[in-house]
């Protein structure tokens, strides 16, 4: 492809990555968040099939756009680390924006705390404390509902570790089950605390 060619290539992607930019903000003033947040990924999605372009790479699956802009300019410290999870939080609200139909507001309280602790861990945010930071957040949203705080005993670490890691591959089971397991737990432990007292 001529230099001519190239750049009038990306000024049409980075034109159709703006509209959705500007698309998606529209629809969020709107409280129209599933498309909204479909629009942005899009937005972001163009703006990455701009870059690969430079580098003379063409993809039109997702999974292969994300694997090629990680190795060729994530890998390389171009970006940094942090955009991977940027990107894949971006590509699960548009997952679940278009293709799920269920309500956050039915689930139960404890499953929107572990959803939430999974995806605060997946955009992994800060250079380190970013698991102390997540469970401290975990906590806040349980106690803010009634729960005591979640407090991972080192017995049970393995097994967290393994379920948040299952997150990534959008299987939320694990984590939720053990979340629950370890808030039942503590309550426990509380109750029979609190009728120690009494007695």
């Known amino acids: 492809m001529s230099e001519d060619k190239l750049i009038k290539k990306l000024h049409e992607i980075m034109s159709k990555s703006s509209q959705s930019l500007d698309d998606a903000t529209l ?45 060729e300019f994530i890998h390389t410290g171009i970006f940094p680390k942090s955009f991977t999870g940027i990107v894949e939080r971006l590509f699960k609200d548009r997952q679940i924006g278009d293709y799920e139909y269920s309500d956050a507001k039915d689930k139960h309280p404890l499953e929107r705390a572990s959803d939430l602790h999974a995806e605060f861990e997946s955009i992994h945010p800060f250079i380190d404390g970013n698991g102390r930071i997540g469970r401290l957040l975990l906590s806040i949203f349980t106690m803010k509902n009634g729960y005591c705080p979640v407090i991972i005993p080192p017995i049970r670490r393995a097994e967290y570790i393994s379920a948040l890691q299952k997150t990534n591959k959008r299987d939320l089971n694990a984590l939720r089950t053990l979340l629950l397991s370890v808030v039942y737990e503590e309550m426990k432990s509380l109750l029979k605390l609190v009728e120690s007292l009494v007695k």
């Open 27 to 71: 629809l969020y003033k709107k409280s129209s968040y599933d498309s909204s947040a479909s629009l942005a990924y899009y937005a972001v999605f163009h703006a990455i099939q701009a870059l690969l372009l430079t580098k003379g790479l063409a993809f039109s699956k997702h999974t292969q756009v994300k694997g090629a802009f990680n190795k």
